[in-house]
């Protein structure tokens, strides 16, 4: 069983910046893709960003391309989102996600993930 635990979430202006950050309980840290998504009211939840298990190859949801970084350290079982140039739409609930990997396949489909946090809320104000 992984847990993760989301921080970093808070309340910003438009054009502001914030780091997310998601530790996981798990050793083998280094054997999962992780994932960001985020949930805003009323919406179904969607992919942000994906990060595979080595840190070699990252993707992103388009609409937030070029603003938006992941990265890992699997040396403190923890990933990151940057997140820079926020706009009032990306406001919403932020998860991260673990899935166990698989050699040459990557997803963004929130299904495919085994295990999640609880989320950290990111507001931003117009």
């Known amino acids: 069983q992984v847990q993760l635990v989301e921080s970093g979430g808070g309340l910003v202006q438009a054009g502001g910046s914030l780091r997310l950050s998601c530790a996981a309980s798990e050793r083998s840290f280094s054997s999962y893709d992780m994932g960001w998504f985020r949930q805003a009211p009323g919406k179904e939840r969607e992919f942000v960003a994906v990060?595979?298990?080595?840190?070699?190859?990252?993707y992103y949801a388009d609409s937030v391309k070029g603003r938006f970084t992941i990265s890992r350290d699997n040396a403190k079982n923890t990933v990151y989102l940057q997140m820079n140039s926020l706009k009032p739409e990306d406001t919403a609930v932020y998860c991260c996600?673990?899935?166990?990997?698989?050699?040459?396949?990557?997803?963004?489909?929130?299904?495919?993930?085994?295990?999640w946090g609880q989320g950290t809320q990111v507001t931003v104000s117009s």
């Open positions: 996600a673990a899935r166990r990997r698989v050699i040459g396949v990557v997803s963004t489909t929130p299904q495919m993930y085994e295990y």
């Open positions: 990060i595979r298990w080595s840190g070699g190859s990252t």
